[in-house]
């Protein structure tokens, strides 16, 4: 059974040709890959789907009455009547301003964090003084605060500040660290070889210097997975940019495709609406990870020395 | 080092003492923020504040659309921040807790003339303190939405569906036709013989939720006809009558029916709701508010009837009455303002416009027949819902503190009767919880 | 007092943490300068408002009005609320499912993207289901796993099968929503185990072989273990993040049929905002605070997960 051995070993010398011990592993491979992608297809199917016809035809794998209205009415471009026509809700919404907001926002909020964050975990991992391992448990401990705790106290903290409203106020709760950050770079901290830094010291140079100029280059592949996975987090961020940037000019994209949900109790969403807001919210995601992700998936594993 | 540490705790305390105090909203001269969740009646109310701000020039109301499930959290939250509206749509369920934390402004000042509006939606809206804290904005009933082509292929006719009558001992010609109009899966109707209880595929009584205490579109406009009401006077009640028999002689009457196979199984209505289920023909008649006339005249593929609702023992029909409010914050930095635009809201000017949209029935009463008329237009008979306010056979939607608690006792109780976890007599249990809430 | 080292490729392991050359000097200032901001965060968005939460639980609190002192009530009414028993009794079938489920197809998952899955493509699209918003996810499996009128149903009716009420039965509530929470989370799970798994040599696998282990004592003598680190952090995060499940409950069964989705966040949040109880509702979230507490430090206990066995 030497295709299990291959797989547990990670041997990377096995000549990759497509051999009946594959099957197994291939077949795996292809399940999850369809579990996790064709409910993509249902979205896709009811984004071009017309409202009133998809009840009535629920049974049905293709497209309800096909209509692009629903795309339209994302970006904007369907006048009130007409998207109350097509069962739509008719409030206005200025896709561009919103996706340029959501992307300050999470840009923003994700270099910062990671930044900070990875200072704190070079300090927590690297450097040694008094009750370092306790104030690393205090940040760990942040992970377990409940939400409800946080909500309500931020929101009248932005407020005092005057900041509600505006960009600053929007991103201030997530610029200086998240805990999962923290903990991620710690651990890899941890693993790296010490020659290189060592060597450094040894000729003087500081910590500062040590960790820009040697720990967080080698650092760049797990920095950049930390990157990509805390902007899609806070690229779906909702509660809090909803309470805090009501107006139009620092709405973000989730908030402003709140639209799409039932807008009435018992009122139904607006289904095709939605699905195709789904689509095209993911899609600056998808297209980041098409560029930065062969680096990120490939390269995480470093050997140490450079 | 010192200074860092020293930097960091000023920071904090000054983050304290910062939130200790309290800070205005920062609105602008003149503007009064209006809020609103129908996104559908947006384009009236939109007309409404252009008119209004056309026709004065002190005061300009900007109007903003929130969906329901965020809308009272922003006010809640926007409440003790001191950032909520100006002034915004109210609701029945939520308004009393609001009196009773201060949060709005009294609109006694206006003087309003009631009498323009449909009888009782006024007094609704007058708190404990005798104060007037909304006026109203619009009203619904509740009627029977049904399948035209279904009910034909069963051998009724329109006039049938008009001319119900019911029961709680059997159910009345209203069972008897949703049994008709019940089919399972081999073609057989629920009245013939061989009916399979187990296989329906069209149910002739479509299920929304159980009611959750309230009933508005479930069990209401039937036990209104035995004379039952929800709490002992209405409004501001602080007694509840769930441990009467009339209601849960009615409620068990109502369950009976998914035991039957006339009505679905309340755990295969989680999901799509019930009108979307009418839409893609899995069942014949909908219990429903007016407020839901736009969703179902626009499935495709569906003939639309509209029937009123039974006549019960008492010897008429009844349904509940239920009515929007406009309601000011106490808070308001432009109370002035804030009361001449609710003042324009309420009156006919504004509530013209909404009729013309025939989105909702508008409160004032010629307004409202304006809307009747715009419905028409529109291919929609509403009578069966304006029966109910030409012949008086309205009942209001119960006023009392605790809502939410209320609802929270009250629908996992309503769930267990309604799967036949429970009997109708647990019912007498939840009754204690509920007046517990009162003492 | 041993501290984490996982060796990558071919450096020498160390047993100390830190800068072996100024063993006698303390890193205390410059620490200081790289925590600074972090620690900012910290209390001013968490410790802060936990402090207030705890206060509040000792309080009788609407939001709309102002705190009134009540000391322990909150706390005795809670230990006698069959709702509060029921939400944490719920709750714990909710992490259980969900962290069994999610953590075995993510390691699953993690091994075939390491071995079989070459292209960044296909591991790409494993991470999917992470674009979607949690609450857009909910409504999404919502509509595909209705009763009447979901894709999933009428499919199952085609294979000829009774359909199921996945939301509507008090059986199924709960494993439906800790399936749809794995559907969404997998992948990112096992990107995560995925970059442990890399950061194991090969020299390791090779040595084993050479001694004749075959592939599951290699996979529980020694991937397992040294994996343990990684795991430790995905065990306590998806752990928490279980604990605190809310979006996907909020947005579909509301705690419902009956009581059999009311998690401790749910009703946590019913009685706060819904039922304008924030007091009672903070003595629950500080219950729900404490029980997490106690659940990472035993994790952290038990898997060892500050230790490697390479060091």
């Keep these: ?263 009435s109790p018992q009122g139904a969403p607006d289904w095709s609406g939605l699905m195709a807001a789904t689509l095209v919210s993911a899609l600056p995601v998808l297209i980041l990870f098409a560029i930065f992700g062969k680096r990120i998936v490939n390269s995480i594993g470093f050997n140490g020395t450079k | 080092m010192k200074k860092t540490l020293g930097a960091t705790v000023l920071l904090g305390a000054s983050a304290l003492a910062l939130t200790a105090c309290g800070g205005g909203s920062g609105d602008e001269e003149g503007v009064v923020d209006y809020w609103l969740w129908d996104a559908n009646q947006l384009p009236a109310y939109q007309q409404c504040a252009e008119d209004f701000n056309a026709s004065q020039e002190d005061v300009t109301v900007k109007v903003t659309q929130t969906g329901w499930d965020d809308y009272w959290s922003k006010i809640t939250n926007g409440m003790a921040a001191g950032t909520a509206p100006d002034v915004f749509t109210d609701h029945l369920s939520k308004y009393p807790d609001f009196v009773k934390t201060e949060q709005l402004l009294s609109l006694d000042e206006l003087d309003a003339d009631t009498s323009i509006y449909n009888e009782g939606l006024a007094d609704l809206w007058v708190g404990q303190d005798g104060s007037r804290y909304g006026l109203p904005k619009d009203w619904d009933t509740v009627a029977l939405f049904y399948n035209k082509e279904m009910v034909a292929d069963a051998g009724l006719t329109e006039d049938d569906m008009a001319n119900l009558d019911w029961n709680p001992d059997d159910g009345g010609s209203y069972e008897k036709v949703i049994a008709r109009l019940t089919v399972d899966k081999n073609g057989v109707r629920g009245d013939e013989a061989g009916f399979d209880k187990d296989n329906v595929a069209v149910y002739g009584l479509g299920l929304n939720s159980s009611g959750e205490g309230m009933g508005q579109t479930e069990w209401s406009f039937l036990t209104a006809t035995l004379g039952w009401t929800h709490t002992d006077q209405n409004p501001w009640g602080t007694h509840y009558n769930y441990d009467q028999p009339e209601f849960q002689e009615t409620f068990e009457w109502w369950a009976s029916l998914a035991d039957k196979g006339y009505m679905p199984p309340l755990e295969t209505t989680i999901g799509a709701s019930m009108a979307d289920n009418f839409g893609a023909g899995k069942n014949a008649i909908n219990t429903n508010g007016s407020w839901m006339i736009g969703q179902y005249a626009g499935y495709e593929g569906i003939d639309l009837g509209i029937a009123p609702t039974p006549v019960g023992p008492s010897g008429e029909r009844a349904s509940m009455f239920n009515g929007l409010a406009d309601s000011i914050w106490a808070g308001a930095e432009n109370p002035e303002g804030s009361l001449a635009w609710v003042e324009y809201l309420a009156s006919t000017a504004c509530q013209d416009v909404v009729a013309g949209h025939a989105v909702v029935f508008p409160a004032i009463t010629s307004s409202s027949e304006l809307a009747a008329q715009a419905f028409a237009e529109k291919g929609v008979d509403v009578s069966a819902f304006t029966t109910h306010v030409d012949d008086g056979t309205t009942f209001l939607f119960p006023i009392a503190e605790n809502a939410a608690k209320v609802v929270g006792i009250m629908k996992p109780a309503s769930d267990a009767v309604l799967t036949g976890d429970s009997p109708a007599s647990s019912f007498d249990d939840a009754n204690d919880q509920v007046n517990a809430l009162f003492e | 007092m041993a501290t984490t080292t996982i060796v990558v490729g071919r450096a020498r392991a160390h047993r100390d943490g830190g800068a072996r050359l100024r063993r006698d000097r303390s890193d205390f200032k410059v620490a200081l300068f790289f925590i600074a901001p972090a620690f900012v965060g910290l209390i001013a968005f968490y410790v802060f408002p936990t402090l207030r939460g705890l206060y509040l639980s000792f309080t009788e609190y609407s939001i709309l009005g102002s705190p009134e002192w009540v000391g322990t009530d909150n706390y005795e009414r809670l230990f006698a609320d069959p709702l509060f028993w029921n939400a944490l009794v719920v709750t714990l079938q909710y992490v259980f499912i969900n962290i069994v489920l999610q953590t075995t197809l993510a390691l699953g998952l993690a091994l075939l993207m390491h071995r079989v899955a070459r292209s960044t493509f296909i591991r790409g699209m494993l991470l999917m289901p992470y674009l979607m918003a949690n609450v857009i996810a909910a409504l999404l499996w919502f509509w595909m796993l209705d009763y009447n009128i979901g894709i999933v149903n009428q499919i199952i009716d085609w294979l000829g099968m009774p359909r199921v009420a996945f939301f509507g039965s008090q059986e199924w509530a709960i494993p439906t929503q800790a399936v749809i929470n794995t559907w969404r989370h997998m992948g990112y799970v096992a990107l995560l185990i995925f970059a442990g798994l890399q950061s194991i040599p090969n020299t390791v696998y090779e040595a084993a072989s050479l001694d004749g282990a075959n592939p599951f004592q290699q996979f529980s003598r020694i991937t397992l273990p040294l994996l343990r680190p990684v795991l430790a952090l995905v065990l306590i995060l998806t752990m928490t993040g279980s604990f605190q499940v809310f979006d996907t409950v909020a947005v579909t069964t509301q705690g419902g049929p009956v009581n059999a989705s009311r998690v401790l966040q749910y009703y946590i949040w019913q009685k706060a905002f819904a039922e304008q109880e924030f007091g009672y509702g903070s003595a629950i979230a500080v219950i729900l605070f404490l029980i997490l507490a106690a659940v990472a430090f035993i994790q952290m206990r038990v898997l060892r997960g500050n230790e490697s066995d390479l060091a």
């Design chain 1, 1 to 263: 059974m030497s295709e299990t051995r291959a797989l547990v070993t990670g041997s990377r010398r096995r000549p990759r040709r497509f051999s009946p011990r594959q099957i197994v592993p291939w077949t795996l491979l292809v399940l999850a890959i369809a579990v996790s992608v064709l409910p993509f297809y249902w979205v896709l199917r009811t984004a071009l789907s017309t409202n009133g016809a998809l009840a009535a035809n629920s049974a049905s794998l293709l497209p309800a009455d096909v209509n692009i209205g629903s795309f339209l009415r994302v970006f904007g471009l369907q006048s009130p009547a007409e998207a109350l026509a097509e069962g739509g809700s008719g409030a206005s919404i200025n896709f561009w301003i919103y996706l340029r907001n959501s992307a300050i926002f999470a840009t923003v909020t994700t270099a910062s964090a990671v930044f900070f964050s990875s200072m704190a975990a070079y300090a927590f991992s690297r450097l040694r003084w008094r009750g370092r391992d306790k104030v690393f448990g205090l940040f760990l401990a942040t992970v377990l605060v409940p939400p409800i705790f946080t909500a309500l106290p931020n929101f009248l903290l932005v407020r005092n500040l005057g900041l509600l409203n505006t960009m600053t106020g929007l991103v201030l709760p997530f610029l200086f660290m998240t805990p999962f950050a923290i903990f991620f770079m710690r651990q890899f901290f941890l693993s790296m070889s010490r020659e290189v830094e060592e060597a450094a010291m040894l000729d003087g140079a500081r910590h500062w210097r040590i960790f820009f100029q040697i720990v967080l280059p080698n650092a760049a592949a797990p920095l950049a997975t930390l990157a990509l996975l805390t902007f899609m987090t806070q690229w779906n961020e909702y509660f809090w940019p909803l309470l805090v940037a009501s107006d139009d000019s620092t709405r973000v994209l989730t908030v402003g495709l709140g639209v799409f949900k039932s807008q």
